[in-house]
């Protein structure tokens, strides 16, 4: 029996996030106030422990993983890689392609993997409440566990058309401890003022966001906890990488291509950087961001300072950006769905460092059909953009003859977005027109800087 | 780092499958006519293939497992064994928790380790097509996943109520590339019978076996797949006692007790029997088959000759029975509502030879929202019953200060359940009174036998 899987022993798990700032050809470009000015690293403690502003503004290449983290990740990780070998028979093609399943854990997806090392650094700073948004609901299930696992309470602002829309998510949020409301609430200034606006308010992420801020800097217990974007939230997510790198190691293979989806950056940080290492010293691997063609922040977006929320709480930040106040299309890929890009990929991206493609939503769901139908998994609409990334490249080595060695991150699973699958069989699901228009105006507002 | 986690390679997946009977102190009572006589294997050939109509009657100790059944279950096995330390810590016991976790396979449960076998031996047999029913759906996206695995068209008859309140169930069985009927259906002439009595029915199991059991007897190219019961079902489920025994030894430990939910009893037969050789050679261990308080075939039923299905299409089997026509209070754990239990258990349920307890649905809710708060993974509300079984023994070692070692059979994950943990988390879940007039009703109808 061929071997298709590659598992790693609990021991095995790493004991260092790597940072790829260590790794960069040039210094990040500095957070900014509205002033102009760099942002102290002290201006963020009010909603962050220190550990977690270190993490954010170090150059340290390798930074330890505490003990008790790596206890807690060690309920799903080591996750596997997998050789697709159906999915490769299924495409005719003499590439080989594997993946690295993070749809093992808990919750679902890779997102708890940042959620535990949050959770710990707050509770070891004396904090006893974190407080959180989510939309679809991948990153609040992720704190909730995290919160139970280390004793801290959680409270979640879902936006409210999604607490109401997936009401499955928000069960398991409270399966495991935490307060889930509906945003915008009536429980803080942000939520009351645009309840008064709107008093019939869908919610966003954006409003959704002010409301877990304005509650965390309130209060000297609670902290606030994201989900993507930032530097350590990246750094956490590096185990994936590394990981991937010693089960092919076990393959006697090297990846000549890593797809990753691509939205606020988390999931392609993860499995990329460990990488970019190695192609810092000279190997050759290419790293390639897949988007959805609705919200192309990378292919599309201009590199600029902004913010990284609708309202305009957070500092500037250098990035790929359609601009804060674009609201992107309805895919299903809810955790694509961010107007900007983390500003470690932007950085690199712009310096020709990393590649990006962008995928119809329906080509993502063809994918992630056809991976289901061979590997078994039926993947997140997140993920499908990962699969639909390796399989053009796959098709293309069909034509080209290459034996290319392809790996992609498989994030998480479809299990709560199934109702996208339907409408997909059905015929519904349609592609959206590029908001040609709608990206321009967005990016007249962008702000301006000093 | 305690060692929590016990995997095995891909390699070390059972060669063999182990069939209890050549350890059973008597030969199984034969499944009978209408008449009172012995079935002979033949007959069931209408609508099962031959290899599983003899594994069905082996007395064989091992029977191999075909390379590409073996190649098909990794796509998720071995799976993974597990010492749920923080579930012990939070009950404080003495007691050494393990649980067995079918919650990995892409259908979510135990139930695609037969539906690949009985897949496989019908596509060899140069069957085109399968046909089955489903409640909940468990066993019709197993099924559809086995169909798309080895090329077999997959026509599933969903029970109707369970169509409509479970629509992602559905859709992930359409993932996989099946055909999904409300059932009654006007395809058949068991549903077209039903309908013009009961326009509006909301059917049920029964009705959904008679059809497909209608339509597979009437085609040459269809087969019919059931999953549980049947001896051949329990057979392949014996990987999962198989593997556990060798992950618990590389934990240096063996079970004291082990616990599994018990409906039809392929989850209980997959991980109890391997042991029970064990114990048939001297070994001193408990097996424990935890079933709801509301459906208590085995401590509440009596031994007699009755059929499998309501309509009484099946052959008579000697078991552990409520009657044909009592219908289960409607508990959330869908997969345990059977009026009946598999021969093999019963027999041996009837000799002493393994233990039952009966849960009601609060406790297990209960159960499995502790274990989902300390292990992570959210058990199906069968898969509960296992939980509380084994908390219960746990509880009861912290009194007594044993320091017993315990295994489960986490059988499945609850992400297609979440409406019922709602309902247990807003206090709205109940328990059902014991139905004794029910059973006493239906107990008076058991077919006479000859």
Partial sequence: MQQTRFLLDQKDLPDHWYNVVADMPNPPAPYLGPDGNPVPPEAMLQIFPEALVMQE????????????????????????????????KALGTPAKIYFKNESVSPAGSHKPNTAVAQAYYNKQAGIRRLTTETGAGQWGCSLSLAGQIFGLDVRVYMVKISYEQKPYRRTLMRTWGAEVFASPTDMTESGRHILAQHPDSDGSL????SEAVEEAAGRDDTNYALGSVLNHVLLHQTIIGQEAKKQLEMAGDYPDMIFSPCGGGSCFGGIAFPFFADKAAGKDVTLVAVEPSSCPS??????????????????????YTLGHDFMPPGIHAGGLRYHGE???????????????IA???????????LFARTEGIVPAPESCHAVAGAIREARRCKETGEAKTLLFNLSGHGHFDMSAYERYLDGELKDFDYPAEAIAESLQHLPKVG
């Fill in 206 to 209: 954006g409003i959704a966001i």
């Fill in 342 to 356: 983390s500003a470690l990929i932007s950085q690199l991206y712009d310096e020709g460092l990393i590649n990006a």
């Fill in 57 to 88: 503004v170090s150059a340290e290449r390798w930074i330890p993983i505490p003990d008790e983290v790596r206890e807690a990740l060690t309920m799903w990780h080591p996750s596997p890689l997998i050789r697709a070998t159906r999915l490769e």
């Fill in 298 to 319: 990378l292919t599309k977006g201009v590199y600029a300072y902004d913010v990284g929320d609708t309202e305009g709480l957070t500092p500037l930040m250098k990035m």
């Fill in 359 to 369: 995928v119809p939503q329906t080509e993502t769901f063809e994918a992630g059909v």
